[in-house]
């Protein structure tokens, strides 16, 4: 499964952007799980900017709750982050990540899956 992510940019302090994540490469054997995001700037740990489960529920960082809404389609396995009143703190790069269900005969795995990446940028 690789997950690839749109929507990055430059933004002024206040605008929004909306990011998206495509996973790819799912079959029926190895589904999506919970998706999310996850933000990092150089020198700091990668933090969790929001997540959703298959069913719908949400789960945000403290920074961003009230600014960011999550959702998905898991028809399309896609995943997005809408941002709104961005703050010059919110620049960092941004990363898609999914649960992968994986089933073997043994039964069933969670295996960890990224994306490479995109960058957001805001000015003040």
């Known amino acids: 499964v690789q997950l690839v992510e749109s929507g990055g940019g430059l933004v002024p302090a206040g605008g929004s952007l909306r990011l998206s994540c495509v996973a790819s490469?799912?079959?029926?054997?190895?589904?999506?799980?919970?998706m999310g995001w996850y933000r990092q700037v150089p020198g700091k740990q990668r933090e969790l900017v929001g997540r959703i489960s298959s069913a719908g529920f949400t789960d945000y960082g403290d920074s961003v709750k009230g600014r960011f809404t999550i959702s998905r389609d898991n028809a399309k396995d896609t995943v997005y982050l809408q941002m709104n009143n961005l703050k010059p703190d919110d620049t960092a790069v941004y990363y898609c990540?999914?649960?992968?269900?994986?089933?073997?005969?043994?039964?069933?795995?969670?295996?960890?899956?990224w994306g490479q990446g995109t960058l957001v940028t805001v000015s003040s």
């Open positions: 990540h999914a649960i992968v269900v994986v089933t073997i005969i043994e039964g069933k795995n969670r295996v960890d899956a």
């Open positions: 490469g799912t079959t029926a054997s190895a589904s999506i799980d919970a």
